[in-house]
């Protein structure tokens, strides 16, 4: 048994065997931090501690042709600009889609604005193009008497 697997079976035991409970929480620790360490929280973020090391990394990076690595790097640039495609929206709705278009706060995705005023929503592509716009009705729950 390696060494380091071996501390962590004493540490396990360090307890007396009435303490079930307590070595349970900690073994729930423990695959928690791992978990934590190897799964990445976003979408194509890299994990803190790599699993398979970075040594398949570098031999996949130098495996692809370069013309490919190429078309992979270079994206067309997103053009944008808001496009509410006729659809009447009120200037807050307006203003907001702007800023959003703007600051590209959104990044590569799409994104919907509740206008509240006109009681719609709408939903844009990631350039700013209307993709849909739809009303919106208020459902009043049914009151109740005490």
């Given at each position: 048994m390696p060494p380091a697997l071996r501390r962590l079976r004493v540490w396990f035991h360090r307890h007396d065997a009435s303490s079930k409970t307590h070595r349970g929480l900690q073994a729930l620790m423990l695959l928690a931090a791992v978990v934590v360490l190897v799964v990445p929280m976003r979408p194509g973020a890299k994990p803190v501690i790599p699993l398979f090391g970075s040594h398949a990394a570098q031999v996949a990076q130098a495996t692809t042709p370069a013309p490919q690595k190429a078309q992979l790097l270079a994206r067309p640039a997103l053009v944008r600009a808001l496009d509410f495609a006729g659809e009447p929206a009120s200037a807050d709705a307006q203003r907001l889609a702007q800023w959003v278009?703007?600051?590209?706060?959104?990044?590569?995705?799409?994104?919907?604005?509740?206008?509240?005023?006109?009681?719609?929503?709408?939903?844009?592509?990631?350039?700013?193009k209307l993709i849909g716009a739809s009303p919106v009705f208020w459902a009043t729950p049914p009151e109740t008497t005490p």
């Open positions: 278009v703007a600051s590209a706060d959104n990044g590569q995705l799409n994104f919907a604005i509740l206008d509240k005023k006109n009681a719609k929503v709408f939903v844009f592509a990631p350039s700013g």
